[in-house]
C-alpha cells in the first residue's frame, strides 16, 4: 500500500511568485488536508478538501487556494508569494468515515519550499 | 477553536530513562486528542489518539498517554526511552466543530543522550 507522497520535495521561489505544490492521497483515501509548518513551529490548517470541494479553511488568505481531482490527489496554490510563506507544507490523506469521530490522517513527508 | 498548549519546548533525557512530555488543552466537550512524531526532514507519524473509552491509551515505540478531562491534560510518557526517540514531538486537538481539522501545539523537542 502505497502512502501519502508529495512532490516537489524542495521548492526555491521569489517573493511575488506563484506555487503548486501536488500530494497523492493513501489508497482508499477521499479527503485531503493541507498544514504549514514554519521552522519551529507546529503545523498550521490551512484547508480540507473532499469530493473535490473545499470542506474547512483556516486562519490563511484567498492567495492560499486548492483544488482536488476526481482520483482524490490534490495541490496547493500559493499566489503573490511573501517571505513568510517559507515553511515546510504537508499533505495528509484520510478515510471518510461516518464524521461521529475523527478519520486519522496520514502525513506525507512535506515539501519544503523557500522565498526569497 | 481548540487549542494545545505544550509546556516543555526542550526535553533532555538519558538513555533508559523514562520521559513524559505535557500537553494541556483547551476545555471544551468532545476533544479528541493525539500525538505525533517528527523525525528530522520527515512528515508527522501518528503515535497515538484518545477518541473516547479508556483514558489510557497505548501506542506506538512503546509510548502511552492518559487522557486527564479534569485537568484537561494529555502527558505522553515512556517508561525507558532510546536514542532513537531523539525527534519533535507534536499534541494535536480536534473537534466536530472544526470539522475535525488538527490544530498543533507548538512541539516538543526529545534530545535523549547516551
Known amino acids: 500500500e502505497t502512502g501519502v507522497t508529495q512532490s516537489p520535495t524542495h521548492l526555491i521561489k521569489t517573493r511575488g511568485q506563484q506555487v503548486t505544490l501536488r500530494c497523492s492521497s493513501q489508497s482508499g483515501h477521499n479527503t485531503v488536508s493541507w498544514y504549514q509548518q514554519a521552522l519551529g513551529q507546529g503545523p498550521q490548517f490551512i484547508f480540507q478538501y473532499y469530493r473535490e470541494e473545499e470542506n474547512g479553511r483556516g486562519n490563511f488568505p484567498p492567495r492560499f487556494s486548492g483544488l482536488q481531482f476526481p482520483n482524490y490527489s490534490s495541490e496547493l496554490n500559493v499566489n503573490a508569494l511573501e517571505l513568510d510563506d517559507s515553511a515546510l507544507y504537508l499533505c495528509?490523506?484520510?478515510?471518510?468515515?461516518?464524521?461521529?469521530?475523527?478519520?486519522?490522517?496520514?502525513f506525507g513527508p512535506g515539501t519544503r519550499l523557500t522565498v526569497l | 477553536a481548540q487549542s494545545v498548549t505544550q509546556l516543555d519546548s526542550q526535553v533532555p533525557v538519558f538513555e533508559e530513562a523514562p520521559v513524559e512530555l505535557r500537553c494541556n488543552y483547551s476545555?471544551?466537550?468532545?476533544?479528541?486528542l493525539f500525538w505525533y512524531v517528527q523525525y528530522p526532514n520527515q512528515g508527522l507519524q501518528l503515535l497515538l489518539k484518545y477518541l473516547s473509552g479508556s483514558t489510557l491509551v497505548k501506542g506506538i515505540n512503546g509510548f502511552e498517554a492518559e487522557f486527564n478531562k479534569s485537568q484537561t491534560s494529555f502527558h505522553l510518557r515512556k517508561p525507558s526511552v532510546h536514542i532513537s526517540d531523539t525527534a519533535e514531538y507534536f499534541c494535536a486537538v480536534s473537534d466536530r466543530g472544526s470539522g475535525y481539522a488538527l490544530n498543533f501545539g507548538k512541539g516538543t523537542s526529545l534530545l535523549v543522550t547516551p
Open positions: 495528509a490523506s484520510s478515510p471518510r468515515g461516518d464524521r461521529a469521530l475523527p478519520d486519522t490522517q496520514y
Open positions: 476545555s471544551s466537550v468532545s476533544v479528541y
